[in-house]
């Protein structure tokens, strides 16, 4: 007997037509009915969704980490409106996306996903959870965070401060089944011993001094979904043994007594100092490590994936520009490489804050340069006693700040912060004379390159720095050739 290809069907709701007895001679049809689509089984070879709405739903995208390159067809309706241009971007995010009109005529077998590797994220779905994963290093980090997420694994970050620990435990939640629950985050560090435990297991009336009713802690809070506990290297060793009992019998006993309650919630933990090390000196317990260390993440430093610093440069460039009210500004080219070239110890928080100074202090100029952050040349550099001088061999000069410690990156001086100087326009008229209109034409194309250079492409904002109208920018682009005729009416319009 010939086993049949089979082919899992989410119609969202819509009514099937009776379509999957007709489609039954050549494939094995299961079919999820739900107003929500539901995973397919395991060992299908083509999953079909019918595409009744202009958008995919949210649950898809966490569903993506769970079927990686299966097919799928987009089922529209024959007498089904036609989907703008937007749709279509939103669905083919998904993944290995094919469009079909459901019919008598069954799927044709075979159908293959998308060639080429595809990264664990799409681009627009990182941004979305605030992350940015071009590195193969934040690639490994993404990938580990969506296969913890389609479970209820404990989660152990490390890395360094400001790498994003509570950016990826956040991604973790969002991309979850349990996205709609809380996320509770607590800062370990940040609360009292004497009143670290109360506030993670609650306590009942009359507990202590001052307990006046039951309060039912973090983790009660946390109920059906995530608990963060970040710096947890610093919580005491009481409050240890009672975080071991939750993971090892997922229930919390209140202070004061009483019935231990049964609690269903996802753990996720960070810590910025090495806990085996702390296991060792015997601070923090071995047995513990063990149970939070299921599925470890290790956050790499921003010095280690360099290629990222111009995306998150200008993702907070225009998220700050939102928050303070103020219009979008752009970031001169020269100072992506300068941005690249820097250590930043501090890591992405360091970034953030470095583009919030450089927005907030530059006034009212649409272009950021490489002086607003010449601030950096000073925070940057290593003191004395932290960095020892190097003798000078080649009677070079020294360099005006040194690289921190362990840095890879050459040292920069502080002459890299100042502005480019501005072209020079000023010549001398050749005896054998010019072509004027030439030399106006060239100077014009050589402007308008290095106004969309700096706005990266936005032509509005191109026309402003140079003080056009956005239509007169455009007629320009075209008579320079800067651009198609066809391309510059499609952007005017």
Sequence with gaps: MTLLPRLHWSTLGDDTGGLEHRWAAHWEVTVDRGAAPALPPR?????????????PPPEMNRMMAEVAALPILLGLKADAAPMDAKALSDWGELGSVRWGVLGPEPPMPGLRPRSGNTTQLSASQALAFGLIGTSPAMQEVLARARSAAATRATVLLLGESGTGKEVIARAIHRMSADAGEPFVPVHCGAIPENLLESELFGYNKGAFTDARKDTPGKFREAQGGTIFLDEVGTMPLGAQVRLLRVLQEREVQPLGGGAPVKVEVRVVTASNVDLWKKVQDGSFREDLFYRLEVVPITMPPLRARREEVPFLA????????????????ALHPSVDPLLMALPWPGNVRQLENAIERAIVLSGTRPVLTREDFAFLAERMGAPAERMPEAPA??????????????????P???????????AAFGMDLPAEGM?????????EKTLMLQSLAITRGNKKRAADLLGLKRTTFLEKMKRLDLEDADSAEAAEA
């Design 393 to 410: 061999t080649d009677g070079a000069p020294k360099p005006e700040f040194a690289p921190l410690p362990g840095s890879a990156f050459a």
């Design 314 to 329: 200008q993702h907070f460039l225009n998220r700050k520009a939102r928050e303070h009210g103020l219009y979008p500004k």
């Design 43 to 55: 060992d299908v070879d083509l999953w079909v969704i019918s595409a009744r709405g202009a958008w």
């Design 412 to 422: 920069m001086p502080t002459s890299a912060f100042s502005p480019t100087p501005p």
């Design 435 to 443: 072509d004027l209109n030439q030399v106006v034409s060239d100077m």
